[in-house]
Nanobody, 127 residues
């Protein structure tokens, strides 16, 4: 059974940084597309960033230059380094995975091309 468990959220002031982690188990995760998504209070879930099996990355415009997605295949862990955080980055952050090597759904709600969704971790940015 596939499991994805996100962690690393917290409360920081604007301009600060956080690093989210997503522990993955249950399949050969190194060959899958993976991504981070978020849902702000009262809003629909949106894509944040994805990473292909060959480490190709994509970001939504609002986080480009501030967020970095990466993965450590040896540790079966997905990361999201978030710098220069803004209040509008506040939300529940979810990691997800798709049974394909390449991501294509970063801008395709509601499922964004993902097959498996993990638990969320809450990020709160104060001004």
């Amino acid at each position: 059974q596939v499991q994805l468990v996100a962690s690393g959220g917290g409360s920081v002031q604007a301009g600060g940084s956080l690093r989210l982690s997503c522990a993955v188990s249950g399949y050969i995760y190194s060959t899958y597309c993976m991504g981070w998504f978020r849902q702000a209070p009262g809003k629909e879930r949106e894509g944040v960033a994805t990473i292909d099996a060959d480490d190709g990355t994509s970001y939504v415009d609002s986080v480009k230059g501030r967020f970095t997605i990466s993965k450590d295949n040896a540790k079966n862990t997905l990361y999201l380094q978030m710098n220069s955080l803004k209040p509008e980055d506040t939300g529940m952050y979810y990691c997800a995975a798709a049974r394909g090597s390449y991501c294509y759904g970063l801008h395709s709600p509601p499922h964004y091309g993902m097959d498996y969704w993990g638990t969320g971790t809450l990020v709160t940015i104060s001004s």
